[in-house]
Nanobody, 124 residues
């Protein structure tokens, strides 16, 4: 299986920036599609962004498009989520997830491997 560990979450002021990291180990990471999801307090989990195994394709949710950017470094088994111009509504626990395949997925049930999450809190 793929083991995932997120880091980089913290308390930040609105309009600030953060970079989340997702470090992977276990089965070959280079063939995984990696997604970022988030769960705001009291709400359902939602798709944030995903990247194909070779970084040839990315997708970002409309709510973060233009502010967040997903990228990956297969040599270091790490995926990043650069978050700029953060808003209070971005407050959530952020999770990275992995699945095998050649195309982007946006549904949580399509990702069998999950990290433990990292808390991002944006103050107004």
């Amino acid at each position: 299986q793929v083991l995932l560990v997120e880091s980089g979450g913290c308390l930040v002021q609105a309009r600030g920036s953060l970079r989340l990291s997702c470090a992977a180990s276990g089965r070959p990471f280079g063939r995984c599609v990696i997604g970022w999801f988030r769960q705001p307090p009291g709400k359902e989990g939602e798709f944030v962004a995903a990247i194909s195994w070779n970084a040839g394709s990315t997708r970002h949710a409309d709510s973060v498009k233009g502010r967040f950017t997903i990228s990956r470094d297969n040599a270091n088994n790490t995926v990043y989520l650069q978050m700029n111009n953060l808003k209070p509504e971005d407050t959530a626990v952020y999770y990275c997830a992995a699945t095998y395949g050649d195309y982007i997925r946006v549904a949580t049930y399509e990702y069998p491997y999950w990290g433990q999450g990292t808390q991002v809190t944006v103050s107004s």
